[in-house]
């Protein structure tokens, strides 16, 4: 049943009337100012677009929300990412469209590169934006 998972702390994946109960009761908590800046962390079990569409809700003109979304990488998701060109690649972007670099150990700039994969895994089961 919706909710019981979140009222125990521990929501469920891809539930999300429990994820933003959840949400709504940890940002109850926060002892936060009249103008605040949040940034909130997912992991793919709470990823789906109505999450992140929520989270952009949540933005005011006094409170800004950011989020973090990640998932660990598997077999085929690897295999899927070996499968493309070099050519596919290109430089990630910051949020304010400046190229995502930074300093290697060695002092060498290291630039993060970003590829498109949909398509190249079966999906097939996976949860769709409705």
Do not use: C
Not at 35 to 51: M, Y
Not at 56 to 85: C, F, M, N, Y
Request: no cysteine; charged share 25%; glycine share 8%.
């Amino acid at each position: 049943m919706p909710g019981d998972a979140a009222a125990a702390g521990n929501p469920a994946a891809n539930d999300v009337v429990d994820h933003k109960s959840f949400l709504a009761a940890a940002l109850r908590q926060l002892p936060l100012p009249l103008w605040s800046k949040l940034l909130i962390r997912i992991d793919g079990a709470a990823f789906s677009h109505d999450v992140l569409d929520h989270l952009q809700s949540l933005t005011t003109s006094r409170r800004r929300v950011r989020w973090v979304t990640g998932w660990a990488i598997h077999t085929k998701d690897a295999e899927a990412i070996a499968l493309l060109p070099e050519q596919v690649w290109t430089a990630a972007l910051r949020q304010h469209g400046e190229i995502h670099e930074i300093k290697g150990p060695d002092g060498e700039t290291v630039s993060y590169q970003v590829a498109e994969i949909t398509g190249l895994r079966d999906l097939t089961g996976r949860r769709k934006r409705g």
